[in-house]
């Protein structure tokens, strides 16, 4: 649901983190991984509210919330980082393996760039 | 007789025949300052034809008995308070136990009202209900105090008389008439988000439950609850993730209202005092 102008219209928070996408990890892996560039879309605007992070999307329509993990993945995705670079610093922060994340990393990449929050090429 | 009330800003006078005073001291907590120049009026009265109200020069209704256009006067006053409104507002109640000013943002038949006039019995001061109006500069809190609008169980769980005004569905209460309302501070900090949530009885949970909750559940259901996001929607996220990091939040479960309110106050106020 996005903001419309309706007086009792409600404003749709979506969490990202149980979202996955085959198709947007198969198309990175055409281009090539390692050559795609990750930045917010301009105009986002970002609230980091308790453990989570909140954006609005630069036409105001849609606001999103970002459960701690996700919100770790959209910190690392700073304008030129690709994703084996963000990979690579989230497996480092959480201790784990770059391959033990990569799925749901990928996944949330995916979604945030379905939704326009960020973009990537 | 006349009343000359303020709605957030807002400055209408109400001139009603006298049988009709009810409606008058229903909005008497809305009365505006002595100097406050009204921007326009209503007018309740009773001709050959029947009831008629009128707003300025227009005729708004017609009615065999003064009560539905007192009805129609009592949900205007939200209009006049509420359209014109760009600063953030959010669909819920706001009630003040000492220092603490608590917001409860909700869905339409969350149980907030009930909710709010069990605060208000139990001696919290009524801030607002219905509408969390929030400044321009975002952030602190407009005391809206209209009366609160009842359903008949709400009323017979809170022990109340029948309401003189009311319609099929709602009867209509001064909150002065249940409890304290805050005096004419502009404006409030909030230092609560409470999120209440009704529940049937649980063998071996107790009656009333407070659980924190993360902020940004507390500012998710503030824009979830958004009346007016769409004149400035980013305006509407600024207030809401400010207001919810400025906040504690909280998840209130409870089975009754006045049990909830009572329990709530009594927390409260063992907290200020320490």
């Known amino acids: 649901m996005h ?26 892996g055409y281009w090539g991984l390692t050559s795609v560039q990750l930045r917010p879309a301009e105009g986002v605007l970002t609230r980091t509210v308790g453990d989570q992070a909140m954006l609005l999307d630069p036409s105001a329509e849609r606001a999103l919330s970002l459960n701690p993990t996700a919100a770790a993945v959209w910190a690392h995705c700073q304008p030129g980082a690709q994703l084996e670079t963000v990979l690579a610093q989230l497996a480092a922060a959480y201790g784990v393996d770059a391959e033990t994340i990569r799925d749901d990393v990928t996944a949330t990449i995916d979604h945030l760039v379905e939704l326009g929050f960020l973009q990537a090429g | 007789m006349r009343l000359t009330l303020q709605a957030l800003g807002n400055v209408r006078q109400l001139e009603v025949d006298d049988r009709a005073a009810a409606l008058v001291h229903l909005l008497s907590d809305l009365e505006a300052a002595p100097t406050a120049t009204a921007g326009g009026r209503w007018h309740l009265h009773e001709d050959d034809h029947g009831w008629a109200l009128h707003e300025d020069l227009a005729l708004l209704g017609r009615a065999d008995h003064w009560m539905p256009l007192a009805v129609r006067v009592l949900r205007r006053v939200d209009d006049v308070a509420l359209d014109r409104r760009t600063a953030f507002v959010a669909h819920g109640a706001a009630v003040r136990l000492d220092g603490r000013v608590a917001i409860m943002p909700a869905e339409s ?23 969390l109006p929030f400044s321009a500069a975002g952030e602190q809190l407009l005391p809206y105090p209209r009366p609160l609008a009842l359903d008949r169980a709400g009323q017979q769980l809170l022990g109340l008389p029948p309401p003189v005004v009311h319609d099929a569905a709602e009867g209509w209460y001064r909150a002065s008439d249940l409890g304290p309302v805050a005096g004419p501070t502009p404006a409030f900090r909030v230092t609560d988000v409470v999120l209440p949530r009704r529940r049937s009885a649980e063998r071996e949970r107790p009656d009333v439950e407070l659980r924190p909750l993360d902020p940004a559940v507390g500012a998710q259901a503030l824009l979830r609850n958004g009346l007016n996001h769409f004149h400035d929607a980013t305006a509407a996220f600024l207030t809401a993730t400010a207001v919810a990091t400025a906040s504690r939040v909280w998840c209130l479960e409870y089975e009754d209202a006045p049990t909830a309110a009572r329990w709530l106050s009594a927390r409260w106020a063992a907290e200020g005092r320490t």
């Open chain 1, 3 to 28: 903001f419309s102008p309706h007086r009792y219209s409600r404003l749709q928070n979506t969490d990202v983190r149980a979202v996955l996408s085959k198709e947007w990890a198969n198309e990175i």
């Open chain 2, 109 to 131: 038949g969350a149980g907030k009202t009930t909710l709010a006039a069990a605060c208000v019995a139990a001696g919290m001061d009524y801030l607002s209900d219905e509408a």
